[in-house]
């Protein structure tokens, strides 16, 4: 880094600030990408940033530098913000030195376009008509956190992340197809191209779903959505501002008994030691048997609600202040695999890639197909087109029938495929 955050911190107490905390990041990327079932090109790209934040008389100050940048300035910066702001509670975690060693590995270039190629090729060794795509890139990720309290923390990770996609068009039917995953070690893109080919299977025929109330079954993918609505209900953020339909809700039932939503910071690939403001992360127990048991936060919501925060304090960007959210939301599997889940369906849909944005903090959704099934007689019967699903986040996890045991990371949340008693189903 160009700056050395002690040297801000001494530069921004010299100039009247009363407390101070530097956050620096640093990343670094080599992605290689394909298109058409070609590899197309190779790319570095390399970034750093220095955030700010000082009081001074108790106002606060926020200012962001991107690669080199003159400190001076920079303080100064700060220091007419606070001028701006209004007096606060200063926020800022007590003396600790926290400084982990770095995990995960590199991936040469060489390797990522050769294991690019190879799953390509699987792909249209079954469909030499579709059109494949990829992203494969290892990336190397630095923070840092120190303030004027004596809190130093410092994380590091090497991680690899690909996606493959394909696109199928025939005649006036086109299909696409999209698939990933994220490791701190070797990839494995066996079991992505297995899913890829059995979706591609799935969707040969083109069948008319039953219209009306009728049962659903997400895939993990499909599941994204939901568990995006139940993250923003528990988010103490929520919470304070009384948006949360739960915000009164703590140790009642407020989801299907079968439900289990945890946090476990330090569960693979997603390890996340501390947050953003330097508090350690924990395992939290989120809903238990469907019994809302806490919410999660940062420090300044925390001290709003008369707790202490859970270490959920995370910013945005570099230019924002800490807010709460979620490190590994963890739902926890049932027992019977998706083949079993399909068996139970008499006549109903699987919805597994949706179009557009998902469900507000209300609940409430309608949401358009993009890729997904009708199951009749516990079989599936091939793709649904042109179809809708309209329902409620909330009363739909009242409704769950079963929960299989086929969880996948979706991003950072670890979620298994369910099934849902009845969802109004439109063409």
Request: with cysteine; aromatic share 8%.
């Amino acid at each position: 880094m160009t700056l050395k955050p002690e040297q801000l911190i001494d530069l921004a107490l010299k100039a009247g600030a009363s407390h101070a905390e530097v956050y620096q990041s640093r990343s670094q990327s080599r992605p290689v990408f394909f298109e058409a079932n070609r590899l197309k090109q190779l790319e570095s790209s390399q970034s750093e940033g220095t955030a700010l934040r000082l009081w001074k008389g108790g106002s606060p100050g926020l200012a962001v530098a991107y690669g080199e940048v003159d400190s001076k300035t920079l303080v100064e910066r700060a220091i007419a913000l606070s001028n701006l702001n209004d007096s606060e509670t200063i926020e800022l975690q007590d003396p600790r030195t926290d400084i982990r060693p770095s995990v995960g590995e590199m991936i040469a270039v060489e390797r990522l376009i050769e294991t690019g190629k190879t799953a390509i090729a699987q792909l249209g060794q079954d469909y030499p008509e579709v059109l494949c795509s990829g992203e494969f890139a290892s990336q190397e990720d630095f923070s840092c956190l120190v303030n004027s309290l004596g809190l130093h923390c410092q994380y590091s990770e090497v991680s690899t992340d690909f996606y493959l996609g394909v696109e199928w068009v025939r005649g006036e039917d086109f299909l696409a197809i999209y698939e990933g995953e994220h490791s701190h070690h070797q990839l494995n893109t066996e079991k992505v191209v297995q899913g890829i080919l059995q979706r591609l299977a799935w969707a040969k025929e083109t069948v008319s779903p039953k219209i009306g109330r009728i049962p659903v079954l997400f895939t993990p993918n499909g599941a994204a959505m939901l568990w995006d609505t139940v993250a923003n209900a528990l988010n103490s953020k929520m919470v304070l501002e009384k948006a949360s339909p739960w915000s009164e809700k703590l140790g009642e039932t407020i989801v299907s008994e079968k439900l289990n939503l945890s946090q476990q910071p330090n569960l693979e690939p997603y390890t996340c030691p501390f947050d953003d403001e330097g508090t350690i992360t924990q395992p939290l127990s989120l809903i238990r048997e469907g019994r809302l048991e806490q919410f999660y936060s940062d420090r300044t919501r925390a001290r709003l609600l008369g707790a202490q925060s859970t270490g959920n304090g995370f910013r945005a960007s570099l230019g924002s202040y800490p807010t709460p959210s979620l490190v590994n939301l963890i739902i926890e599997p049932g027992k019977r695999n998706f083949d079993e889940l399909v068996k139970q369906l008499d006549n109903g849909i699987i919805v597994d890639q949706i179009l557009g944005g998902g469900a507000d903090i209300s609940g409430d959704f309608s949401i358009n197909i993009d890729l997904g099934y009708g199951v009749k007689n516990g079989m599936i019967t091939g793709r649904v087109k042109d179809t809708m699903v309209t329902g409620n986040v909330y009363q739909a996890l009242k409704e769950i029938i079963a929960l299989g045991n086929d969880s996948c990371w979706i991003d950072s949340c670890l979620t298994p495929s369910f099934m849902v008693e009845g969802l109004s189903v439109t063409g």
